[in-house]
């Protein structure tokens, strides 16, 4: 097992595609429909069994400490990033599994260590998601200060310096830096194979970019709806600037037909939103219809529909397609969610794989 196989996430496929945000209740959807997502154990557990069949690459937790409120209490149960990765690991075979994890509220010898035990149980297939954090009232619930933004990631540097000096051969090293200080430390073993985890970050602002450009083999950014010249542009951008693989987010309907699929997007997101807990959501980030006047409706259809991820509404062909052009705008792997997972799968595998492998971006499933 080398570094190349890690980083290709142990398939040749041309597009990468993951699930993003099972971990939680509700997943990204912020819906009211019952079916909404339980994100509990045992469906997280058939779900990476499923998707790991299915010759998906990874999964992709949200690392979520605090519901948003609401009717539904969006996204108010989540499973712990790490743990979950490595119960997910032990029990599959090919499929990557990230931890989501908030540099500034786990000291980084412990979480380096964790890492490196979720990497062992998997054999090499535990990847990092490195977040700074941007929610105060999380924070306040650590009795912990979010810093300003240019120190979160000074902050998110110094800590990554340590991960990476624990998985390393260093022994008894000191650190001192602006904000930690190590004397002696040492942490073994290193991660399995000699090798160590993905390391990925979805920096939007400028230095969260740079951020990823520096650190990260992956950045995963948000395609805008509708403007995949933009995304293109985006991805030149960073491969300009560095090595490093742009992942884009994507929100799945795919049913039979067109109507079906229409039909179901406007049942669970213009019939049924959570639209307290949207608009709590959006005031959070500063959107409110004053400041987005033009636009303010769409985005709450947005935000209820996939926390902003690219909508693909329509049957297998339409789906195929518009996969295909985030791949051709640059996209190397994309992060979907849907609805339920696991009821939604198994025909998104059945009818969409496929396609996908007869325009060659993707190759047979795994044996
Ligand atoms: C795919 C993706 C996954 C993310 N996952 C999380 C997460 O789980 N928890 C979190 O607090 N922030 C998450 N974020 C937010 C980013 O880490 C980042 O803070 C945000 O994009 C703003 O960028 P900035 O930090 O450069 O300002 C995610 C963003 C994206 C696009």
Redesign the pocket.
């Known amino acids: 097992m080398s570094m190349r196989d890690r980083l290709a996430l142990y398939s040749s496929n041309r597009l990468k595609l993951g699930l993003?945000g099972p971990n939680c209740s509700s997943g990204r959807a912020v819906t009211m429909v019952p079916e909404r997502w339980s994100g509990g154990w045992d469906d997280c557990l058939r779900l990476a069994r499923m998707a790991d069949e299915a010759g998906i690459e990874f999964m992709l937790p949200?690392?979520?400490w605090k519901g948003y409120g609401g009717d539904t209490d969006y996204q108010g149960e989540t499973l712990e990033t790490v743990t979950w990765a490595a119960g997910l690991l032990a029990a599959t075979e090919r499929i990557t599994v990230f931890g989501?994890v908030?540099a500034p509220l786990i000291h980084p010898l412990i979480a380096a260590k964790q890492f490196v035990t979720a990497d062992h149980i998997g054999q090499g297939r535990f990847g990092l998601?490195i977040?700074?954090?941007?929610?105060e009232g999380e924070f306040e619930m650590f009795g912990a200060t979010l810093r300003d933004?240019a120190a979160r990631y000074e902050y998110a540097q110094e800590w990554f310096d340590v991960v990476r000096l624990a998985w390393s051969e260093a022994e008894d090293f000191d650190f001192e830096g602006r904000y930690i200080r190590l004397r002696q430390a040492r942490a073994k073993p290193r991660p399995f194979g000699g090798t160590r985890p993905i390391v990925m970050n979805?920096?939007?602002?400028p230095?969260?970019q740079a951020f990823a450009i520096r650190n990260c083999d992956a950045l995963?950014?948000?395609t805008p709806k509708g403007k995949l010249d933009e995304f293109a542009t985006h991805v030149a951008n960073v491969q300009a600037l560095g090595s490093v693989d742009v992942y884009t987010?994507a929100v799945i309907t795919c049913r039979p037909t067109l109507r079906e699929a229409e039909e179901y997007y406007r049942h669970c997101v213009i019939d049924n939103a959570d639209w307290a807990a949207v608009d709590r959501i959006m005031a959070m980030r500063g959107v409110t219809r004053e400041a987005f006047p033009e636009d303010f409706e769409e985005r709450r259809y947005h935000q209820a529909n996939g926390m902003g991820g690219m909508p693909i509404v329509g049957d297998p062909d339409t789906v195929a397609v518009e996969l295909g052009r985030l791949a051709a705008a640059g996209a190397k792997g994309i992060?979907l969610s849907f609805v339920n997972y696991l009821d939604e799968l198994p025909f998104f595998a059945d009818e969409v794989l496929p396609r996908l492998m007869r325009v060659g971006l993707r190759e047979t499933k795994p044996g």
């Open positions: 993003f949200v690392g979520r989501t908030h998601n977040v700074c954090g941007w929610n933004h979805a920096g939007a602002s230095a969260g995963f950014s948000m987010v992060a």
